[in-house]
């Protein structure tokens, strides 16, 4: 995901024309659907080093703004103490070097989901809020840029 983010704002910074761009990590929730930890922390990852590729374009670029959020929670995902269990014995053990990964559901949750922004009209992005309302802040941003 980094390496094609990273080719379309590249694309885009050539043709020198403001642009509107979405970035999806789609596999994060459908690792919380499929309750698969290892599969969240990998998507997570991933989308970690996208997010750092886009912040290091908006840091060069002062005009852009990056907002970060989700339509929704997956899974109900809590991270805890990760223990390995003995299979002859059943007996759990800690592993301090781990951490466990734990679902509540393999659905959508109620879960809050924040909203992150970086750049020109970050201001704008602040508090908590309906995910329908980034609408409403995006215009306003865009609308003060005029």
């Not at 703004?65 to 002859?88: M, Q, R």
């Not at 559901?105 to 809020?129: M, R």
């Amino acid at each position: 995901m980094k390496e094609a983010t990273e080719n379309a704002l590249h694309y885009f910074d050539q043709a020198n024309r403001p642009f509107f761009m979405m970035i999806e990590g789609s596999y994060i929730d459908w690792g919380g659907h499929a309750e698969n930890g290892e599969m969240v922390i990998s998507e997570v990852s991933d989308f970690d080093r996208t997010l750092g590729a886009v912040l290091d374009f908006v840091e060069s670029h002062p005009n852009t703004l990056l907002v970060v959020t989700a339509d929704h929670e997956t899974g109900g995902v809590s991270v805890g103490k990760f223990y390995e269990t003995d299979k002859e014995s059943g007996k759990k053990t800690e592993v301090p070097q781990k951490v466990g990964v734990y679902f509540n559901t393999d659905q959508h949750s109620g879960e809050l989901i924040p909203v992150f922004a970086k750049g020109k009209g970050a201001h704008n992005f602040q508090g908590i809020y309906e995910n329908s309302e980034i609408y409403h802040q995006m215009m306003k941003v865009i609308l003060e840029s005029e």
